[in-house]
């Protein structure tokens, strides 16, 4: 599971990389479970547009927007925020190949509520010694990475939580990704999107969006035990 990842710091990357203003806030470097994160989703006048943009549209600035949210969903359907809180420290994966018919993610993912996550490197533990030895990993040529995310909006009595989640595929034949976590365990790693293809993500209808859930290559990742 990917439960902890590096925020993005750099303010320029926003806009160079995802075409949205920089975080307005002090972002923690760490983000954890239930952190305050960020992600980059449609803006409200494409989410509430009567017509889709095309998935081959050029990338337009007014298209996009940054939010802001707690790591870890909180399904529409939770009944009470302390219920939110137990559930979403558990719900900050979500399975691609289960994604339509898990009952946590399933709305969020026919509504179209996706997102790019984005990160500059997440962190696995490495068990080979027999020990958890913290493992930072990052793109070969130090870039940036935006992740394929759900986001969602909870609401009752008054109460707002904001939250998002991180899709992961299975990385049991990654060449690189299978070395981490517990042994006898299914293998995971976030379904890191390709450059070109955060605008046709973030609009392709739910039946195409399937399509981008591939395992990143193995020779543009690096991986490296994370000093104490």
């Given at each position: 599971?990917?439960?902890?990842?590096?925020?993005?710091?750099?303010a320029?990357l926003y806009?160079?990389?995802?075409?949205v203003?920089?975080?307005?806030?002090?972002?923690?470097?760490?983000?954890?479970p239930r952190?305050?994160g960020?992600?980059?989703?449609?803006?409200?006048?494409?989410?509430?547009?009567?017509?889709?943009p095309?998935?081959?549209?050029?990338?337009?600035k007014?298209l996009r927007?940054?939010?802001?949210?707690?790591?870890?969903?909180?399904?529409?359907?939770?009944?009470s925020?302390?219920d939110?809180?137990?559930?979403?420290?558990?719900?900050v994966?979500?399975r691609?190949?289960t994604?339509?018919?898990?009952t946590?993610?399933?709305?969020?993912?026919?509504?179209?509520?996706?997102?790019?996550v984005?990160?500059?490197?997440?962190?696995?533990?490495d068990w080979?010694?027999?020990?958890?030895?913290p493992?930072?990993?990052t793109?070969?040529?130090?870039?940036?990475?935006?992740?394929?995310g759900?986001w969602?909006?909870w609401?009752k009595?008054?109460?707002e939580?904001?939250?998002f989640?991180?899709?992961?595929?299975?990385?049991?034949?990654?060449?690189l990704?299978?070395?981490?976590?517990?042994?006898?365990?299914?293998?995971?790693?976030p379904?890191?999107?390709?450059e070109?293809?955060?605008d046709?993500?973030?609009?392709a209808?739910?039946?195409k969006?399937k399509?981008?859930?591939?395992?990143y290559?193995?020779?543009?990742?690096?991986?490296?035990?994370?000093?104490k």
């Open positions: 599971m990917s439960v902890h990842y590096e925020s993005v710091q750099t320029t806009p160079d990389a995802f075409q203003a920089a975080p307005s806030f002090a972002l923690e470097r760490h983000i954890w952190k305050l960020v992600f980059i989703r449609k803006a409200p006048s494409v989410l509430d547009a009567s017509t889709e095309t998935e081959d549209a050029a990338p337009d007014g927007e940054l939010g802001a949210g707690q790591f870890g969903l909180v399904p529409p359907w939770v009944k925020a302390s939110a809180k137990l559930r979403s420290t558990k719900l994966n979500a691609s190949e994604v339509t018919t898990s946590n993610f399933r709305d969020t993912w026919l509504k179209g509520q996706r997102c790019i984005p990160m500059m490197a997440f962190f696995e533990d080979r010694s027999g020990k958890a030895v493992t930072r990993i793109r070969v040529d130090g870039k940036l990475m935006g992740v394929a759900l969602e909006r609401e009595d008054g109460e939580i904001i939250s989640t991180v899709l992961t595929v299975n990385a049991n034949s990654h060449a990704l299978h070395r981490y976590q517990q042994g006898g365990n299914e293998k995971r790693m379904a890191i999107l390709g070109g293809t955060y046709a993500w973030l609009n209808r739910p039946e969006a399509e981008f859930m591939r395992a290559p193995a020779n543009w990742l690096t991986a490296n035990p994370v000093e």
